[in-house]
């Protein structure tokens, strides 16, 4: 069993992908973090006419961006139905429409550069873990419909073999808008464009210090040389540090962990996945699965918070769970484990903002895939003047008081979310 993400194992970094040993010592807008959303932000602003530096303290998409599931799924990790309770109708529907057309945007950014990443939209089914949330399902469902004409297709648990081989389920909603990809094929796509674009790319660079100039500019202290920049945008989500001190309290890092089998025969796949579908539970400490397009099961969870749990452990966790659920898999194999860092916001919205006059975007909150591709390209669009509003800008970012630095608080909200799962 490898303890590193089936995606790195599969697709590293490309021979002919160019990245830079020294940066440019000017630049109109410097990009710290080479995710899909710093990636998604450079490709913008090139095509706007910025140059652009993007850095990265490890390797291209190093963090979460080929680490993830490879989910795109409608919504963010605020409940929609919460959204509109906390922001009204109208930031409700653009909240929804804009997860709904990051899923689109993935569409037009695969079919524009041609990144071959395995993207398929095959749908996503949400699954009601206790007989009490199935009526819950069917109802948002309805909700959904009512509010946002966004059509889902509920499945009782009678027919619910249709949608995954499964007994362990007590009913399930099918979204057909969804899709999977190969995250390291598309963040590695995502950077061979950027760099045809004219953007630069500069691995195991460490940003030391930024310092503000009298002349609106900044100057930034990296490992490798110091560059002046007009504009900085912080694109580091769950690994961000104190570089700029006032965005740390304003997200924090939770662990997710996966494992993957072996290949499964094409008569076991069709068996636990008819559709190929993207799943999720509705568990507050759910497992998210699918299969992957060489018929691998993966499946992840949040089981802990924590982002240093040992791998072998989380495997074991990870594969009695799955063992569970699909019984027909028993004993076949797990052959990679690996963790990665989300990045939660304590309302669980996404945001876009400004700190000391340097922008960020981040708080995917498990949406990365396709939300940091839309942030990403949303920001950039902003800082070109193409676009002058976003929602995601118009929200206030909650803190709180007891939180700084040190996300001390995980092991508490880790009882309280199983505490919840257990009365539900």
């Not at 390291?184 to 950077?191: D, E």
């Not at 630095?405 to 508490?412: G, L």
Request: hydrophobic share 35%; aromatic share 12%; net charge positive.
């Amino acid at each position: 069993m490898q303890k590193v993400p089936l995606w790195i194992d599969q697709f590293n970094k490309p021979n002919n992908l160019t990245v830079s040993e020294n940066p440019n010592s000017e630049v109109d807008v410097l990009i710290v973090g080479s995710g899909y959303t710093g990636l998604c932000a450079a490709r913008t602003l090139r095509q706007n006419g910025a140059s652009v530096i993007v850095l990265d303290r490890n390797t291209i998409g190093w963090g979460a961006s080929s680490r993830n599931g490879g989910m795109a799924t409608p919504g963010l990790k605020q409940g929609i139905q919460k959204i509109y309770r906390m922001y009204g109708s109208k930031l409700a529907h653009e909240f929804w429409k804009a997860s709904v057309d990051a899923i689109d945007l993935i569409d037009e950014i695969v079919e524009e550069y041609s990144i071959d990443c395995e993207w398929e939209r095959n749908g996503h089914a949400s699954l009601a873990t206790k007989p009490s949330h199935a009526p819950r399902l069917k109802k948002y469902g309805v909700w959904l419909e009512n509010k946002f004409g966004h059509s889902q297709k509920y499945i009782s648990k009678n027919q619910i073999r249709d949608e995954i081989g499964s007994d362990s389920y007590h009913g399930a909603l099918a979204d057909e808008i969804s899709g999977g990809l190969h995250p390291s094929k598309y963040v590695f796509g995502l950077a061979s464009a950027v760099s045809t674009l004219g953007a630069q790319l500069c691995e195991n660079t460490n940003v030391l210090k930024i310092e503000r100039n009298s002349s609106n500019s900044y100057k930034v202290i990296t490992s490798k040389g110091d560059i002046e920049a007009k504009k900085i945008i912080i694109a580091t989500n769950g690994y961000t540090d104190r570089l700029v001190p006032r965005l740390k309290p304003l997200i924090f890092p939770v662990g997710s962990y996966i494992i993957v089998t072996e290949p499964l025969s094409k008569e076991l796949q069709n068996i636990v996945s008819p559709k190929k579908r993207m799943f999720y539970d509705s568990k507050w400490f759910l497992n998210y699965f699918r299969l992957t397009h060489d018929g691998r099961m993966l499946w992840g969870g949040r089981n802990d918070l924590s982002t240093d749990l040992d791998l072998d452990d989380s495997a074991s966790r990870l594969s009695n769970e799955l063992y569970r659920i699909f019984p027909d898999l028993s004993g076949v194999p797990i052959t990679h484990t690996w963790t990665g860092k989300l990045g939660i916001t304590f309302d669980l919205m996404p945001h876009i903002g400004k700190k000391d006059g340097i922008y960020y975007a981040f708080g995917y909150g498990g949406h990365g895939l396709s939300i940091a591709t839309y942030l990403g390209t949303e920001i950039g669009l902003l800082l070109s003047g193409k676009k002058n509003r976003s929602p995601f800008m118009e929200i206030s970012h909650q803190t709180m008081f007891f939180y700084r630095n040190k996300p001390w608080f995980i092991p508490f909200a880790a009882r309280y979310f199983r505490f919840l799962d257990w009365i539900s």
